[in-house]
C-alpha cells in the first residue's frame, strides 16, 4: 500500500518547500535508477561507487521519519483549526459538564484552612473533578492515535489511561503514606486485571458464543504480567524466609517484635535491592515496546504485525481513514494542561483522605486496595453505566441491538503491565530521589492477591478466547477480594519498615511509646525498643 492510499502522504502540495523536496527525492530516484540500484552518485551526477549498507540504513530512516511527521501533521486530511478544535473538545463528551467542579474543589481545598468545611466535601469535589480530567485523557487519546497510528497509538492511550492512578500515587508519595502507595498499587493492578476486562468480556460474550483475543499479544502479556508479579514476590519471599521479623500478638492484644530484623540495616538492604529490580523492570518495559512496535524483520516497524488479527488491521485501516477531530499541536496542548490539573487535584483529593477514612471507619487496607482505584476509574465506570442503561432500554424497547464483536478488546490488562512494569519500578526510582523510603516489600496479603489475580487471568487468557462466564469468574474473584480486604488490618512489620518521615528505629520507639501509654506490657516494648538502639550504636 503506498502512502498516499494510506492518506497521511500527498504528492500534490502547494507548498514550494515541499515540492522542491520531492523534486529532489525524485531526481535522486531517477539518478539512481539510471546507474543502478546499488551505485549512488555525488552532487556532480557521477556514479561513485555501489551504496554501502549503512547508506541504506540512513535513506531509509530518513524516509520512515518523512512519512511519520507527514502523518502527525496530518497530511492528507482536513485538520480542524483551533477554534473548530476547541469546539469539538466542549461537544466530545456529556461529562464535560463535570468541569464545573474543579474551581469548587480548589476552593474548597485553599479556602478550608480553618477547618470550617470538612474534609469529606474536598474529597467528594475532587472525585467529581477527577471524571472529566479522566474522559479528556480518553478522548485526547484516540485523537492521537489519528496521528501517530494503531501501534503508538495505543501505547499513548494506555499511557494518559494510567495518567490518574499514576498522579494520585506520586502524590501519595509526596505526602509520605508509603503504605497507602504500596495498596494503591496493588489495587490499581487487580482492578485492571480482573473487575475491567472481567465486566468487558462479561458485556461482550453476552450475545455472541466466544471472543477472540490476539494471540501472539496475550502470549507476551503472559511473561510480562509473571516478570511483574515475580518481582514484588522476590524482596517479600526474602524477608519471610530469615524468619527473624515474625509479629505475634501477646494475649493481652499488644503487639510484639521478636528478634533484630527489623532495622534501618535491613531497611537499607530492601531499599538497594528494589532499585535495582526497578531498573531491570524498566528495561524489560522499555525492550518489549520495541519488540511490539519494532518487530524482527524489513519494513515492521510502527505498523500492524502481518499475523494480527483482521480486526486489529481493519482499526488500523480505520484510523487513515477517519478524519481527526482535533489538531494535533491543539490536543498536545490540551493534554499537557489536563496532566498539570490532573497533579494538582489528586494532590488535594490525598490531602483529604486522612479525614475520610477516619470518618468512614475504614480500613487502610481496603481504602487503598478498593477505593482509591475505583476512584481513578470513574470516569469510564459512569461511561459504563450510562452505555449498559442505554443497551437495556433498547432491549426493553425492542430497538436494534448493538451488534456484537468476535474480537474482545484487554487494553485494561495492557494498563496493569504498564503500570507493573513502568510506573511502579518508576515510583521506586523516584522515591531514591526525593529521599523517601518507597521499596518492594509488599503485604503478605496483597502479594497472594496479585499472585492470584494473575494466575487466573493467564489462565483465562491462554488460549486467545474468552467468553461471558470467565469474564463472571474474573468479577467474582475481585468481589472476593474487597470482601476480605474490608476485614483486614494490614502487617505491622512493614508499617514499621515504611516509616516516612523518619528512621525504622524512630517507628520501633513510637510503638513503644505507644504500648507504654497503654499500660501492661509496655516494659517489654521499651525494652525492645532499648535492644533495638544498642543494635544500632
Known amino acids: 500500500m503506498t502512502d498516499v492510499e494510506r492518506g497521511y502522504a500527498r504528492l500534490h502540495t502547494t507548498d514550494s518547500s515541499d515540492s522542491l523536496e520531492l523534486n529532489d527525492l525524485s531526481s535522486h530516484s531517477a539518478s539512481s535508477t539510471s546507474h543502478g540500484p546499488n551505485e549512488q552518485t555525488n552532487t556532480n551526477g557521477d556514479t561513485t561507487g555501489p551504496l554501502q549498507p549503512q547508506d541504506s540504513i540512513i535513506v531509509e530512516f530518513r524516509k520512515r521519519r518523512q512519512i511519520f511527521w507527514d502523518r502527525l501533521q496530518g497530511k492528507g486530511r482536513r485538520v480542524p483549526g483551533w477554534g473548530k478544535s476547541g469546539k469539538n473538545l466542549l461537544r466530545s463528551s456529556v461529562l464535560n459538564v463535570f468541569f464545573i467542579f474543579i474551581p469548587f474543589a480548589w476552593a474548597s481545598h485553599f479556602m478550608n484552612t480553618n477547618g470550617h468545611w470538612p474534609t469529606q466535601l474536598t474529597f467528594a469535589l475532587c472525585f467529581l473533578s477527577i471524571i472529566p480530567l479522566e474522559k479528556t485523557f480518553d478522548w485526547g487519546g484516540e485523537q492521537m492515535s489519528l496521528y501517530l497510528g494503531k501501534g503508538l497509538g495505543d501505547l499513548v492511550t494506555i499511557t494518559l489511561n494510567n495518567a490518574v492512578e499514576a498522579a494520585l500515587a506520586v502524590a501519595l508519595l509526596r505526602k509520605c503514606e508509603l503504605r497507602l502507595l504500596q495498596a494503591t498499587i496493588v489495587g490499581v493492578v487487580i482492578l485492571h486485571l480482573l473487575l475491567i476486562p472481567g465486566t468487558a468480556f462479561l458485556a461482550g460474550g453476552a450475545q455472541i458464543l466466544e471472543q477472540e483475543l490476539h494471540a501472539h499479544h496475550a502470549q507476551l502479556n503472559l511473561s510480562l504480567l509473571a516478570i511483574g508479579v515475580l518481582t514484588i514476590l522476590l524482596p517479600t519471599a526474602l524477608f519471610a524466609s530469615l524468619d527473624r521479623g515474625a509479629q505475634s500478638i501477646a494475649t493481652n492484644g499488644i503487639a510484639q517484635y521478636s528478634g533484630t530484623l ?21 528495561l524489560v518495559y522499555v525492550m518489549s515496546r ?12 510502527l505498523k500492524v504485525a502481518p499475523n494480527a488479527p483482521e480486526q486489529l488491521k481493519h482499526e488500523e485501516h480505520m484510523l487513515e481513514q477517519t478524519e481527526p477531530e482535533i489538531n494535533p499541536w491543539a490536543c498536545v496542548l490540551l493534554l499537557v494542561i489536563t496532566v498539570a490539573i490532573m497533579a494538582a487535584t489528586a494532590e488535594f483529593l490525598v490531602e483529604s483522605i486522612e479525614g475520610v477514612r477516619e470518618s468512614g471507619h475504614i480500613q487502610e487496607e481496603w481504602f487503598g486496595l478498593i477505593l482509591l ?33 468476535g474480537f474482545a478488546k484487554a487494553r485494561a490488562i495492557d494498563l496493569s503491565i504498564q503500570f507493573t512494569l513502568f510506573w511502579m519500578p518508576f515510583l521506586v526510582l523516584l522515591g531514591w530521589w526525593i529521599n523517601k523510603p518507597m521499596h518492594l516489600l509488599f503485604d503478605y496479603f496483597e502479594v497472594a492477591v496479585v499472585l492470584g489475580s494473575c494466575f487466573l487471568v ?8 474468552t467468553n461471558w462466564v470467565e469474564g463472571l469468574i474474573m468479577v467474582c474473584f475481585y468481589i472476593m477480594i474487597a470482601i476480605c480486604a474490608w476485614f483486614y488490618v494490614g502487617q505491622p512489620e512493614l508499617e514499621i519498615m515504611l516509616n516516612c518521615p523518619g528512621s525504622v528505629l524512630e517507628a520501633l520507639a513510637a510503638e513503644a511509646a505507644g504500648e507504654g501509654a497503654a499500660g501492661e506490657g509496655g516494659g517489654a516494648a521499651i525494652e525492645h525498643a532499648t535492644r533495638m538502639l544498642k543494635t544500632m550504636l
Open 262 to 282: 527489623l532495622t534501618d540495616l535491613t531497611r537499607d538492604k530492601i531499599l538497594r535491592m528494589s532499585r535495582g529490580l526497578a531498573v531491570v523492570l524498566l
Open 290 to 301: 520495541v519488540f511490539l512496535h519494532n518487530p524482527p524483520g524489513e519494513g515492521n516497524a
Open 373 to 405: 482505584p475505583v476512584v481513578s476509574f470513574s470516569a469510564d465506570g459512569v461511561v459504563a453505566i450510562v452505555y449498559f442503561a442505554h443497551s437495556l432500554l433498547n432491549h426493553i424497547t425492542g430497538r436494534k441491538p448493538l451488534e456484537p464483536q
Open 458 to 465: 493467564n489462565y483465562i487468557t491462554a488460549d486467545a478466547k
